[in-house]
């Protein structure tokens, strides 16, 4: 049996199969293989067209869990219905709860910042697992649709102790938190609060935090002034999009998805179906990719070499394609032989890699739990049942639903306190300018205070259903306190 690392490949859909032959030519040239051994799996565009929707075979997963390494190229998911994101159900699937990209700028990759001399360099540290992207959502009405947004406090906690501890492993002395907590004061709110809690546990590094929108703002007009942010899910997704547009395009953005036990390092550029098989396609991010996975298993020797070497080439003119220079462009293949004949070269100082002692991976492959994990922050939190929010399908004018909800909830424990619209209050009071749907939530408080904590789920739920007998009702949600605060959020203009 090999004693070498053995790391799953997964070569890609359209440009895919060139650009990783690309990279491994490329690391075999480094001395890579010497001590790495990559193992084919099943997924994407074959899988897909067999009938499986998951896009992967049951071996992939196996193999993936198995050795708790993944190396691969852009996979393209089916138009319309059936299967859903490869890239996704990987990175949910298997725990892997914090993507890393590095946005830097290149040496011969000309952008806006590159001409004007702005230097970009920063991380972008995205929670991987939780936000809409549970992809739970329903219809729930003839015109109202919903997205179920998911936070928890051990995933904030997850991602935010991964970016510190980056930080301290990268040299980085000030991270910073995008959110949108001012709107969403519970979901956003308690990853703030999260990383402001994590962050006590590293004093040496300075910490901010900015709204997401002023984040955005800030990257166009002083990307330098940042080093490494942490975000949500959908919103760390835009903003590193956003983040490749200012070095270059996706094809210069590498990205790697860091779990406890399996981790993933990927292309995140399209797989270009209009090129595929033409030797024009641009390795550089599935390579930058590949060199975040030689640091992750310790081989940073072989990583800041072949580092090197890549911007040397860039810097020498020596491009593909989709790159403007002097220079005639070469192909896939052609780009990789000359990195791999220039390595042991350097790029100028201000793109120069320090090249470490270490050249041999450390990586343990992960041994298979029995069971699923499951995780807690907070343990012995008092939580009590105040009422609940019934969400009720009715073309009704806001105060005639009024009238006869009142009339039904009359002798319960329960009093109708609010009703809202697509969030917005439209009783008791409100503004007759405020357009409504065919969806109300109505909101049910304790008539008396002196009951909260004193009765459990039954007495909402019946409630629940004798307003069901009067009323179309799509969903229904307890509302509590923890610790004797709210927990549940206001409606606007309450």
Excluded at 68 to 85: A, D, E, F, N, V
Excluded at 133 to 157: F, H, M, Q, S, W
Excluded at 256 to 262: D, H, T
Excluded at 437 to 448: I, K, P, S, T
Aim: charged share 25%.
């Amino acid at each position: 049996m090999s004693d070498k690392l053995q790391i799953a490949l997964a070569e890609g859909d359209g440009i895919g199969p060139e650009i990783t032959k690309a990279c491994l030519l490329v690391f075999e040239a480094a001395g890579c293989l010497e001590h790495l051994d990559f193992i084919p799996v099943e997924m994407g565009k074959a899988v897909f067209d067999s009938g499986d929707t998951r896009g992967l075979t049951d071996s992939a997963i196996d193999t993936i869990e198995r050795l708790g390494l993944l190396y691969k190229g852009p996979m393209g998911t089916p138009s319309g219905g059936g299967g859903k994101s490869i890239n996704v159900t990987l990175r949910k699937t298997l725990g892997a709860f914090a993507n890393l990209r590095h946005f830097q700028s290149l040496p011969g990759v000309e952008t806006v910042y590159s001409q004007a001399g702005v230097p970009v360099d920063f991380y972008v540290v995205r929670e991987n697992v939780e936000d809409t992207y549970g992809g739970v959502e329903y219809r729930l009405t003839n015109d109202v649709v919903d997205c179920k947004r998911i936070i928890t406090a051990p995933g904030c906690d997850q991602v935010h102790q991964y970016a510190f501890e980056a930080a301290k492993s990268f040299g980085i002395d000030r991270i910073t938190c995008g959110h949108k907590a001012n709107i969403m004061k519970m979901t956003d709110g308690m990853f703030l609060d999260r990383f402001n809690t994590i962050a006590r546990d590293y004093p040496d590094i300075e910490t901010e935090d900015v709204i997401i929108d002023a984040l955005c703002m800030n990257l166009v007009l002083k990307p330098q002034q940042y080093k490494m942010v942490v975000l949500t899910n959908l919103q760390g997704d835009i903003v590193s999009d956003l983040a490749a547009g200012l070095v270059g395009g996706l094809g210069f953005a590498p990205s790697a998805n860091i779990g406890e036990k399996v981790s993933i390092f990927e292309a995140v550029h399209g797989t270009a179906p209009d090129i595929a098989g033409q030797n024009k396609a641009n390795p550089t991010s599935l390579l930058l990719s590949g060199l975040i996975l030689l640091r992750h298993i310790g081989m940073r020797k072989q990583a800041a070499t072949i580092e090197n070497s890549l911007l040397y080439t860039l810097e020498s003119g020596v491009h593909t394609g989709d790159v403007r220079g002097e220079k005639a462009p070469v192909g896939t293949i052609e780009f990789a032989e000359a990195i791999a004949s220039n390595l042991g070269k350097t790029p100028s100082d201000r793109y120069v890699r320090q090249v470490p002692s270490e050249d041999t991976p450390e990586f343990t492959p992960p041994e298979r739990p029995r069971i699923n994990r499951v995780m807690r922050t907070n343990e012995t939190v008092e939580s009590a049942v105040r009422g609940c929010d019934i969400y009720i399908e009715t073309l009704l004018a806001p105060h005639d639903l009024a009238q006869k909800l009142e009339l039904i909830c009359a002798k319960s424990p329960f009093k109708l306190t609010m009703m809202s619209s697509r969030g917005t209050q439209v009783w008791p009071t409100g503004s007759v300018y405020t357009e409504v749907v065919d969806y109300y939530r109505a909101r049910f408080e304790l008539r008396d205070r002196h009951m909260i904590g004193r009765i459990g789920q039954q007495k909402p739920i019946h409630l629940f259903e004798k307003i069901g007998e009067k009323f179309p009702v799509s969903s229904f949600q307890l509302l509590k306190e923890f610790e004797g605060k709210r927990g549940f959020s206001l409606a606007q203009g309450q």
